[in-house]
């Protein structure tokens, strides 16, 4: 198992910068892949950024593209989410979340951290 805590959230105005951090702990060696969802009230949940542990190939929504940087640290038990130019369509519940090797999805995780970009 794994498990994974969010933190960094909060109240930003538009423009603002903002960077989530995520903690993983228990069987980490294991993990493939890691990424931040999030879930907007009234929309469905959609995949934010995502990067491979091995290799570091990562990719992005079309809608954080240039803004958002996906990272790795600490041999995949640290992830974090580096959020410029903020708007308020950036506002949602990120979650955190990691896949097991020979894993099809996401299948740890975490319990959300509210981001709110509001004037």
């Known amino acids: 198992q794994v498990q994974l805590v969010e933190s960094g959230g909060g109240l930003v105005q538009p423009g603002d910068s903002l960077k989530l951090s995520c903690a993983a702990s228990?069987?980490?060696?294991?993990?493939?892949?890691m990424a931040w969802f999030r879930q907007a009230p009234g929309r469905e949940r959609e995949l934010v950024a995502a990067?491979?542990?091995?290799?570091?190939?990562?990719r992005y929504a079309d809608s954080v593209k240039d803004r958002f940087t996906i990272s790795t640290s600490n041999n995949r038990r640290s992830l974090h989410l580096q959020m410029n130019s903020l708007k308020p369509e950036d506002t949602a519940v990120y979650f955190c979340?990691?896949?097991?090797?020979?894993?099809?999805?996401?299948?740890?995780w975490g319990q959300g951290t509210q981001v709110t970009v509001s004037s």
């Open positions: 228990g069987r980490t060696p294991f993990i493939s892949a």
């Open positions: 990067i491979l542990t091995h290799g570091a190939h990562s």
């Open positions: 979340v990691a896949r097991d090797r020979g894993k099809d999805g996401y299948n740890y």
